[in-house]
């Protein structure tokens, strides 16, 4: 059994940041991608942020330079660093991750739980 867990979501003012933090737990062999996916009301889900297993990241434009993705393998933990932000980052934010658990080759994609972040003007 494999669980993310995501923390980090909050009500914050335009211009400031939250970091998001997704911790996978359970019966892992390996973990490759991980990363975040977004969705607002009344809009599709949108990716976020990826950052592969050697650490190579890729970014939705419009976060760009605002935003940042990490990982600390040690802690299968990811964390999504969100700098500069506005309102129209308001949404839930959803974590993946793409797991092998023990005894199998296989790889799944996980999902967190989401967490609401909600940006001010």
């Known amino acids: 059994q494999v669980q993310l867990v995501e923390s980090g979501g909050d009500l914050v003012q335009a211009g400031g940041s939250l970091r998001l933090s997704c911790a996978a737990s359970g019966n892992i062999r390996r973990i490759n991608d991980m990363g975040w996916y977004r969705q607002a009301p009344g809009k599709q889900r949108e990716l976020v942020a990826i950052?592969?297993?050697?650490?190579?990241?890729n970014f939705a434009d419009s976060v760009k330079g605002r935003f940042t993705i990490s990982r600390e393998d040690a802690k299968n933990t990811a964390y999504l660093q969100m700098n500069g932000l506005k309102p129209e980052d308001t949404a839930v934010y959803y974590c993946?991750?793409?797991?092998?658990?023990?005894?199998?080759?296989?790889?799944?994609?996980?999902w967190g739980q989401g967490t609401q972040v909600t940006v001010s003007s």
């Open positions: 993946y991750a793409v797991i092998s658990g023990t005894g199998t080759l296989t790889f799944k994609v996980y």
């Open positions: 950052i592969t297993r050697g650490g190579s990241t």
